[in-house]
């Protein structure tokens, strides 16, 4: 058996979740069958993946709460890369697929229930990615579907992340070190606009938002290409970035 | 093997728990840790398990680093901690989720040492049992996945007397020649003829390491309706029937090793007792 790194292990580590979880995964898809029933729209499918998520998320390391819990875990005849690999696997790409699952059978239960009650025609709306029943399957609505998930997978790896770093109130400490994060990078970038171009308020308004429709006369097209290019390439980093913090965290955890 | 070598270690900055902390256990024997409360024993077997790492000095579990937690290390330890985790599952759904991860679990030992405990339904989920069983369902399952290294921290907290019996019988017949058990715990009465190696922690260093057959034939237990006096006398306790003392084996008379008296005198006559171990050839620490 490879010592380092073995898939029968990682399939031990998702069995085991999935035996000591089933009430709870019951729980949870059933009754997110019944709310897509009734929220049928991609807005609020996208919000209810995002906070489901991430509390989704931050249940994997709350083992840690407890240091019984902790021991046994930490005790399991596995590397911490198995580990992290099957703490990634299901609360990112198992959640996604249920998630999209459970939409759409809601949404299909949802829309014939409604037709038999109320006589309606609606269509069903099975992309919970977009806002509008008039998806498409192109390159544009796929990237849209790529962004969306991208956010979901940062969010995952934040609070995971999160789980790992506090004890208790994961969710709660995580959202207000991001609060923290946020105020401290305004506060940054409101120096660097100050001394940089003199007016904070002209500055923002040059930048048009985060759409990178820059105004030409105040910064040269190479600069927003390079910043272009810059958030393109952090924000692919920082879904592995957060996961490998994690597997060093989990490296170093102490009970 | 288990080797720690000039182990530091400490929870804050200001209270130094282990200083230069040295312990060497051989497989083939189970190994009672025997401390006042707060003395460290609990944090020593998770430092064997690799739960925390020491801040300085060596340790070596099987040939391999703790802290590492390294999959073929921890296949062959099974650690027990004094409080117990909360198990959702059923007796028979954590067989199958932890068992597998151990190769050398035997499903038949498993049953057998339920049933000894008097565990009937393996349907039975684990939450629901007292304290007292879930202990000897985790005790069973520890046993069964017959590693080589068995840590036990407070085994027989929570247990009732014929339980603490059962307990002794099924360790005892759970040892073999590569196995290490390790059992922290500070009622030593509790351990009475089932370890045959003591090791005694004071003032967060181990004072006293040495084998069960060592001991008598260097100390000699003995009661008597008087209190003895005299240079080799070690330690006099007195109750309702007398004093019982432990002295100087000048003799090479047998006696009956009482883990409590011992406790008590390497507590108050550790320098002694140093000495007198010291000059035998087989000395442990």
Not at chain 1, 196 to 219: H, P, Q, Y
Not at chain 1, 222 to 239: D, N, R, V
Request: neutral net charge.
């Amino acid at each position: 058996m490879n010592q380092k790194f073995s898939l029968k292990r990682i399939g031990l580590l998702l069995r085991r979740y999935f035996i000591e979880n089933q009430n709870y995964e019951l729980y949870l898809w059933s009754i997110l069958t019944i709310v897509f029933m009734i929220f049928r729209n991609g807005n609020s499918a996208s919000a209810i993946l995002i906070v489901t998520g991430a509390l989704y998320a931050v249940r994997f390391f709350k083992v840690f709460n407890f240091a019984p819990n902790g021991i046994q875990y930490l005790l399991i005849p596995a590397t911490q890369l198995e580990k992290t690999i099957s703490v990634f696997l299901l609360n990112t790409v198992y959640f996604i697929l249920m998630f999209t699952v459970v939409f759409s059978v809601g949404n299909v239960i949802g829309n014939l229930l409604e037709q038999l009650i109320f006589s309606t025609s609606d269509t069903v709306a099975l992309q919970f990615f977009q806002s509008s029943k008039s998806f498409e399957f192109n390159i544009q609505g796929l990237k849209n579907i790529w962004i969306s998930f991208g956010v979901f997978a940062a969010i995952q790896a934040i609070f995971t992340l999160g789980s790992l770093y506090f004890k208790r109130n994961a969710i709660l400490k995580t959202l207000l070190s991001l609060f923290v994060v946020a105020v401290a990078l305004g506060i940054l970038e409101y120096f660097i606009f100050k001394i940089t171009f003199g007016s904070v308020t002209e500055t923002l308004k040059a930048l048009n938002a985060g759409d990178f429709v820059w105004d030409e006369n105040i910064f040269p097209k190479a600069l927003t290409e390079t910043w272009k290019i810059f958030w393109t390439i952090s924000g692919y980093l920082f879904i592995p970035f957060c996961w490998i913090v994690s597997y060093f965290r989990l490296t170093e955890k102490e009970i | 093997m288990i080797q720690i070598k000039h182990v530091e270690f400490s929870y804050s900055r200001n209270a130094q728990l282990f200083t230069g902390l040295e312990l060497s256990l051989s497989p083939g024997h189970i190994h009672g840790i025997l401390g006042k409360n707060g003395e460290g024993k609990s944090t020593l077997l998770k430092m064997i398990s690799g739960m925390i790492f020491p801040q300085k000095g060596e340790i070596e579990v099987l040939g391999y680093e703790p802290r590492k937690r390294q999959p073929e290390m921890l296949r062959e330890i099974f650690f027990l901690p004094e409080e117990l985790p909360p198990i959702t599952l059923s007796i028979e759904n954590y067989e199958k989720v932890y068992a597998p991860f151990y190769p050398h679990f035997n499903h038949e030992q498993f049953q057998g040492y339920l049933q000894e405990f008097e565990i009937n339904s393996g349907k039975s989920q684990i939450n629901k049992l007292s304290y007292g069983q879930k202990k000897k369902v985790f005790m069973a399952f520890g046993l069964a996945t017959n590693t080589k290294i068995v840590l036990l921290d407070e085994p027989t907290n929570g247990l009732d007397i014929p339980s603490k019996a059962q307990f002794r019988k099924m360790t005892a017949s759970a040892l073999e020649e590569e196995r290490i058990m390790l059992i922290s715990t500070h009622q030593v009465r509790d351990l009475d003829s089932l370890i045959d190696s003591i090791i005694i922690m004071n003032s967060h260093q181990i004072v006293f390491n040495e084998l069960c057959e060592n001991i008598t034939e260097k100390l000699l237990f003995s009661y008597g309706k008087e209190k003895s006096e005299g240079e080799e006398v070690l330690y006099s306790e007195e109750n309702l029937r007398g004093f019982d003392q432990v002295s100087i084996n000048k003799t090479g008379e047998e006696s009956k090793l009482d883990i409590e008296l011992l406790f008590n005198t390497v507590l108050k006559n550790h320098q002694r007792i140093r000495e007198i171990f010291s000059n035998q050839n087989n000395k442990r620490f």
